[in-house]
């Protein structure tokens, strides 16, 4: 995406995460149409929507990045995590799948198919996406992560037992 609109599309990211979608939209409505066609702005146009509780159309903007960029897996997390969002916990789920298999480096996408599954009280499921969100990732930040997200309230009984590191030896 060329200047200027790789300027506002800075700018409008920077503007989200100081969370003011004010100025952020300010932003983006700033940019050419030939830039609104680059996926960067979708994808930056999505967090607007999610930073906005604008959910059905986050959803419908993410369906689209998915379709336009399928190598991309923001996309997908994108979209499966504006399913979940409009309390549609089982297509999060199954939308996701497919990109577990296509990006199976990437824990992130193991990880929130994790917390639906535990959401949706697919307990055994739930271990299984954990377990390779922890071997895919860094092992000890999915884990402090999982031992306070509450979408993984249903596998708090045994999660700390199961991810509690190691004491430390005294000398």
Same mark, same amino acid.
């Given at each position: ?12 990211? +920077? !503007?989200?995460?100081? &969370?003011?979608?004010? &100025? $952020?939209?300010?932003?983006l ?5 030939? +830039?609104? $066609? ?5 994808? %930056?146009? !999505?967090?607007?929507? @999610? ?6 159309? $986050?959803?419908?903007? *993410? ?5 336009r ?10 979209? &499966?995590?504006?399913l ?7 297509? $999060? ?12 480096? /990437?824990?992130? /996408? *193991? ?6 599954? *535990?959401?949706?009280?697919? /307990?055994?499921?739930?271990?299984? !996406?954990?377990?390779?969100? /922890?071997?895919? +990732?860094?092992?000890?930040? %999915? ?22 590191? @190691? ?5």
């Open positions: 995406l060329p200047p200027p609109d790789s300027h506002h599309l800075n700018a409008a990211q +920077g !503007w989200l995460e100081l &969370s003011d979608p004010v &100025s $952020a939209r300010e932003e409505n700033k940019i050419s149409l030939a +830039g609104r $066609a680059h996926p960067l702005f979708s994808f %930056v146009r !999505w967090e607007l929507h @999610a930073k906005t509780r604008q959910w059905a159309a $986050a959803y419908l903007l *993410a369906r689209y990045l998915v379709d960029c399928p190598q991309e897996p923001l996309g997908w997390l994108q979209r &499966s995590y504006s979940f969002a409009l309390q549609r916990p089982r297509e $999060a789920f199954q939308q996701l799948l497919p990109a577990a298999q296509q990006f199976e480096d /990437i824990s992130t /996408i *193991a990880y929130h198919l994790a917390c639906y599954a *535990a959401q949706l009280g697919y /307990i055994q499921e739930a271990w299984h !996406w954990l377990d390779k969100a /922890i071997t895919r +990732g860094d092992s000890e930040a %999915v884990k402090s992560m999982a031992l306070e997200d509450p979408l993984l309230a249903p596998l708090w009984e045994h999660l700390g037992e199961c991810l509690s590191p @190691a004491p430390a030896h005294e000398h």
